[in-house]
């Protein structure tokens, strides 16, 4: 998240934030997001549809047209997925269709891959399973323990997500199947 608003802080990035959201209020990234308004909308004891319609009525409110997804640890339910459909993209720690779901990394180094990397994807109701925006591969190097190739993919994480974003929002990636027109309009 940090490195989204680093990103949209700079001349000509064709998308500019307009809120942090959080289901939890302790989360690290909430303290920094300088003048960027924040919102809490806490999941715990909710079910899923109050807990989402909380979240839609939000991101409405704020006039948010996109959702870039950052280190939001929840699957989102099909009815909030397709009414952000072509709107909403996420990143996930390994180079998709491979290793979907959590502990990628530990996974990765069980399998003996020789590549891993990050993905961004366009979020669909399926857990990690949306089309491929772009990816960035890292060596796996002899001697790597989960936490050493974790901080190697984040590295990448870091400059992908960013591009990926600039490219989604200034209409050079496009959902698949879509009409051939991106459905944001951020303000430069």
């Known amino acids: 998240m940090v490195s989204l608003l680093a990103a949209m802080a700079a001349p000509g990035y064709p998308a500019r934030p307009v809120l942090v959201l959080s289901n939890r209020a302790d989360a690290g990234g909430m303290a920094l997001t300088g003048d960027v308004p924040t919102a ?49 993209i996420n990143i996930h720690p390994s180079l998709l269709p491979s290793f979907r779901g959590l502990d990628t990394h530990a996974r990765a180094l069980a399998a003996g891959v020789r590549l891993h990397g990050c993905s961004v994807h366009w979020v669909s109701p399926g857990v990690d399973e949306g089309a491929i925006i772009a990816q960035a591969a890292v060596p796996v190097l002899p001697g790597d323990d989960e936490a050493v190739l974790a901080a190697r993919v984040l590295a990448q994480e870091h400059s992908l997500y960013p591009a990926a974003l600039a490219m989604v929002t200034g209409g050079g990636a496009m959902l698949p199947g879509g009409d051939g027109a991106l459905a944001c309009g951020w303000a430069p």
């Open 40 to 88: 809490v909308v806490h999941s715990r004891g909710r079910e899923r549809e109050e807990f989402e319609a909380e979240l839609d009525r939000v991101l409405v409110a704020h006039q948010v047209e996109f959702i870039a997804l950052a280190g939001f640890m929840r699957v989102l339910g099909e009815g909030f997925v397709q009414r952000w459909q072509g709107r909403m």
